[in-house]
């Protein structure tokens, strides 16, 4: 069934260990949308400048994703330059330009409405929950946010966890959202603020997803699905998001949301995750196939697994 | 089947989040004895002073482990005094007194001659290698260290490398070892120095398994378990050499080396992480059953596995 996502459509600069590259294309939309497509239908909602042309819109449709939602506005697309020279667990930002995402306004085209599934990707939670707030009858909603908008917009973004399904965040954004320093204490407290499930994503060490374990004693519903070890981790940018779009996109393309689902598409994210790492950009995301996908998700499940 | 252990048996002040003790039992050795003894027989070689008394044998003989290698001397023992105030992942050390540690000299019993497995906890290495030449005949000879050894003592290092066929370290010290940032190229360069078997331990993300994978094409041969998630830590000293334990002791007690025994074998270890966590220094390692370790070790497994 259909995702709508919001979010950033963006061109980086990233620089790491594996060398350079300039302006390729990105945003968390972009590599939400990509890991998710192999999964589902996916529709996107952003904005973008007049620097965004053919080529890329055509990375969008080589996996039939939905790009109607795209605004196409005068100026420059969002865009951001970073590097991970020192360490490839953190990105060092030298600059980020706004652009044409300052006056974004996200606009649900009509063809979107029957979208059963919502991703609010990290942007202003102002937007997030205008985008909440107009598709009413969404099944399920997820989201992911940032330290920026946890430490200077928390009204606005507790307004937005109240409609949240569920929430894929780090550590550090676990434990600044719940001001706790322990995991366990620090998920129950964001769940306190709305969403049922949250995901915590550890980067090279894998995820934990809470997945209604309110109460003390229902810790066995929690799961840790690993990172892949990668023999060269080419440019991790979008793996946090490319996480996200195989976590969704897999429960999205289920007949039932049960917690063995939710299992399931933790493993799935992870997979996702690490492809994404595996190439600058969205390289790696563009030309997979869902057997390369399975075969990996098997490697990961002998990762973990007894017998 | 017996294990003989070398390493050291200490006094600890700690103070953590959770409050504060003074010069409680600590010391690798003694975590590695405590964790170990829940699988099998357990033999200590190290050095004390005469602040080592009645109650801190008491602690040795409640878990029957043997204690004829303990030498007394004139002195005090080794005393370490560290807080995890900021960072309950990274100890700050304020003072270390080697005092009767400065001049050990192992003395292996004639009665644990006839150990199979022998583990070296982190101590300098020359005498590590003196322990390892002393028991030619073991079964398995498995290992830990740290930095300041892999920093300024690399020769003596490599040569007791040479000699372990597990070796039991941090990521850190894995990628220091080998001078290679990515974990899987390091891990594989630290096995190149000798132990066929590698365990890198992440602290509160689990641990990973590289057993005998020193091909590209063996990925699966690793395996990574999970660390269990913990409603308080209130004090990690000793988890590392507790994981050791576990890991180590429940191997001694398998009837065949097999790959499955391996992988078995890092949950047990988390779970002895896990225990020793839970309570100050070895509280918590003194009073458990075999019940209360194996209902964790399900648990952790139903922590990572499907269905």
Redesign the interface.
């Known amino acids: 069934m259909a995702i709508t996502v919001v979010g950033s459509v963006a061109y980086d600069t990233i620089e790491t260990?594996a060398g350079k590259r300039e302006r390729c294309l990105g945003g968390a939309a972009t590599y939400f949308s990509l890991a998710a497509s192999y999964f589902t239908d996916v529709r996107v909602i952003a904005v973008v400048g007049e620097d965004f042309g053919r080529r890329q819109e055509a990375v969008f449709e080589g996996r039939k994703i939905d790009t109607r939602g795209i605004e196409h506005t005068a100026g420059k697309s969002f865009f951001w330059d970073g590097s991970y020279l020192e360490n490839?667990n953190e990105a060092k930002t030298h600059n980020t330009e706004l652009n044409v995402f300052a006056s974004f306004e996200p606009k649900i085209p009509e063809a979107y409405r029957d979208s059963e599934f919502l991703f609010l990707a990290n942007i202003d939670p102002v937007l997030q929950r205008r985008v909440r707030d107009a598709m009413p009858d969404v099944k399920l909603v997820a989201g992911d946010t940032m330290n920026y908008w946890i430490k200077d917009h928390r009204p606005a973004l507790l307004e937005v966890l109240k409609g949240l399904d569920i929430l894929l965040i780090n550590d550090t954004e676990t434990r600044m959202l719940a001001g706790n320093?322990?995991?366990?204490?620090a998920a129950r407290g964001v769940m306190e603020l709305g969403p049922k499930t949250l995901v915590v994503k550890?980067g090279?060490?894998?995820a934990?997803l809470f997945h209604g374990a309110t109460a003390?004693s229902e810790?066995?519903e929690?799961?840790?699905?690993?990172a892949m070890?990668?023999?060269?981790?080419v440019d991790p940018t979008g793996a946090g998001d490319s996480f996200a779009g195989g976590f969704f996109g897999y429960i999205a393309s289920q007949p039932e949301l049960t917690p063995?689902v939710f299992?399931?598409a933790m493993?799935y994210g992870s997979v996702m995750g690490s492809f994404t790492c595996e190439r600058f950009g969205t390289e790696r995301l563009q030309q997979l196939s869902r057997e390369e996908i399975d075969a990996r998700f098997n490697?990961l499940?002998?990762?973990?697994?007894?017998?």
């Not at 320093?181 to 204490?185: A, E, F, G, R």
């Not at 929690?222 to 690993?226: D, F, I, N, S, V």
């Open positions: 260990p490839l320093s322990n995991l366990m204490q550890h090279e060490y894998g934990t003390k810790r066995s929690t799961l840790r699905a690993p070890l990668l023999e060269e981790v063995a299992r399931r493993y490697l499940i002998r990762l973990t697994h007894l017998d």
